[in-house]
């Protein structure tokens, strides 16, 4: 009962928004700050009393919170929903963004109703999708996630927006319509014909059938890489960025893309065990080439908001390099395997909370200038300095520098994965030279020399560049760089907004205790699934 009110409560608070449109707007954004607020104490208090360990199914870690009920009968599919140390720590990522993302929206003026109740819903379909224990649940909420972004982007965007939002719509649906051909060949693949993951996981499908177990990875896979998104499904990825709003921006990147890499964690790993550890060395590959690609792509970015999209390339890489390397029974022992996957889960979470800071920082130059363009900014640590040191500290986090989650994330993943595929695993090193170097380029060009700011963006009291959104997604050609003194630096919801995400990433590299005990038992039982 617990989790399916941490789940549709977001909904609920959506609901009354649209139901009562005479709540004031400021009020609106209140409702969805309180929602969130009450969501992430919920998620908080089943962190408290859940107990890592193995489940009485054997098949996953401990499940708890548990909801089972008959949604489909002649299917076997259900309303089949509860809580594991793969899920818990996404559930509580989630509840700490969008709270975030709530904050930083405060005082949004464009149709803050609809605005608000549009991220609520989002929230709903994210928290499903994270708890969901049956696939055909798994897909719809999977879905609605895609319905819900597309309109944040098209309604509140800039630039190319509808563009961009119906390139990421198209391109994330189709992917979705080759998850559900492989959720098909699942269940017409099992004995049971159910579409429960527990059920299969204990009895997985297609383990006497290598081509067809193949070819139903093959459409699994392809549709959670477009999710992610991995090279070369990422296309839509830097548009859907650029043109979105910070906050649309900030779910996007921190909650929407591990929708992709948990699919490959719960489903195709525990459920389809053989054709995983035949395919894994591709799973490698494919993860060394967006770690690098990404990292190559993103340092000749002349955008700031282009330049941190395509660092989700580079991350979600490692993410899919560690899963890879699990699958590589031969090579590697489990332990070394285990090591692996917890690094990329722990990326997992250590990305949502760096780059979603990021991108509500990107955000701050859009409210100054209306453009993320780097040669129309500089010298902003000197009439910025909180706004300069909370992007330095978010840049270093996400480098991997000692001492924040991204370093105990991509060390675990390098160490898991050296046993397993030692020439991949050096060549993807190469990823955190290039990620460094262009963070450190970044803070260069913005926070150094002498102060630059678009000259429409010359502050007012209210600190609001007036100029309008420009058409290239923030080019911004019309726009005049000029030298000044003055640049209004982060305001309190701003400051509210981002500082507890770069607390919480320095928090899980200080100390990441709290979260490996929740991980690695999952961990474990995952990588004993795979090597069955």
């Known amino acids: 009962m617990l989790l399916t009110v941490v789940i549709f409560l977001p909904l609920l608070a959506a609901a009354v928004l649209l139901a009562v449109p005479r709540i004031p707007s400021r009020a609106a954004i209140g409702v969805w700050?309180?929602?969130s607020a009450v969501d992430l104490a919920l998620v908080g208090w089943m962190w408290w009393r859940f107990e890592p360990g193995e489940g009485a199914s054997g098949v996953v870690d401990g499940l708890a919170y548990e909801a089972d009920v008959q949604w489909i009968p002649t299917v076997d599919a259900g309303y089949h929903v509860g809580v594991d140390g793969l899920s818990l720590p996404l559930l509580a990522l989630t509840g700490v963004l969008f709270l975030a993302c709530a904050i930083y929206?405060?005082?949004?003026p464009d149709r803050p109703h609809t605005y608000a109740a549009l991220f609520l819903f989002l929230q709903t379909a994210c928290m499903g999708t994270f708890a969901s224990l049956d696939l055909i649940l798994f897909f719809a909420f999977f879905d609605l996630s895609i319905v819900g972004m597309y309109f944040v982007i098209a309604g509140w965007g800039h630039g190319n927006a509808r563009r961009s939002a119906l390139k990421f719509f198209l391109y994330t649906f189709i992917g979705s319509l080759a998850l559900l051909v492989g959720f098909i060949g699942l269940f017409l693949g099992s004995e049971e014909r159910t579409f429960d993951m527990v059920a299969l996981a204990a009895n997985p499908p297609l383990a006497d059938s290598p081509v067809a177990g193949g070819l139903v990875l093959l459409a699994i896979g392809l549709g959670l890489a477009v999710k992610t998104p991995l090279f070369p499904f990422h296309t839509w990825l830097p548009d859907a960025h650029t043109d979105a709003p910070a906050a649309g921006s900030a779910v996007l990147a921190g909650i929407l893309l591990k929708l992709g890499t948990y699919g490959f964690v719960r489903i195709a790993m525990p459920i389809l065990p053989?054709?995983?550890?035949?395919?894994a060395m591709v799973a490698v590959v494919v993860g060394v080439i967006s770690v690098l690609w990404g990292a190559f792509v993103a340092l000749a970015q002349t955008d700031v908001k282009r330049m941190i999209a395509y660092t989700s390339v580079n991350h979600m890489g490692y993410v899919l390099l560690g899963l890879g390397a699990a699958g590589l029974v031969a090579s590697?022992?489990?332990?070394?395997?285990?090591?692996?996957?917890?690094?990329?889960m722990y990326q997992m979470v250590s990305h949502g909370l760096l780059t979603g800071a990021l991108f509500l920082l990107s955000g701050v130059l859009w409210s100054r200038g209306n453009?993320?363009?780097?040669?129309?900014?500089?010298g902003l640590?000197?009439?910025?300095?909180?706004?300069?040191?909370?992007f330095a500290v978010a840049a270093f986090g996400s480098l991997g520098l000692p001492g924040f989650s991204g370093f105990i994330a991509e060390f675990q993943v390098f160490t898991g994965a050296l046993q397993a595929a030692p020439v991949a695993t050096v060549i993807a090193v190469v990823g955190i030279l290039v990620t460094a170097g262009l963070f450190l380029l970044a803070l260069q060009r913005l926070f150094t020399g002498d102060t630059v700011v678009p000259s429409e963006a010359d502050p007012d009291e209210t600190g609001e560049g007036p100029g309008p959104a420009q058409a290239d997604g923030g080019t911004a050609t019309a726009v005049r760089p000029r030298t000044v003194s003055r640049m209004r630096d982060l305001r309190g919801r701003e400051v509210a907004s981002v500082v507890p995400?770069?607390?919480?990433?320095?928090?899980?590299?200080?100390?990441?205790r709290a979260l490996l005990d929740v991980l690695e038992p999952a961990a474990m039982a995952v990588v004993e699934l795979v090597g069955r």
């Open 274 to 279: 053989d054709a995983w550890q035949r395919w």
């Open 501 to 512: 995400l770069l607390v919480l990433a320095l928090v899980l590299g200080l100390l990441p």
């Open 371 to 378: 453009t993320y363009a780097f040669d129309r900014w500089g």
């Open 381 to 390: 640590a000197r009439p910025a300095p909180v706004f300069a040191a909370c």
């Open 332 to 344: 590697a022992d489990e332990g070394a395997r285990t090591v692996a996957t917890v690094g990329a």
């Open 105 to 108: 929206s405060l005082r949004e």
């Open 33 to 35: 700050v309180a929602a």
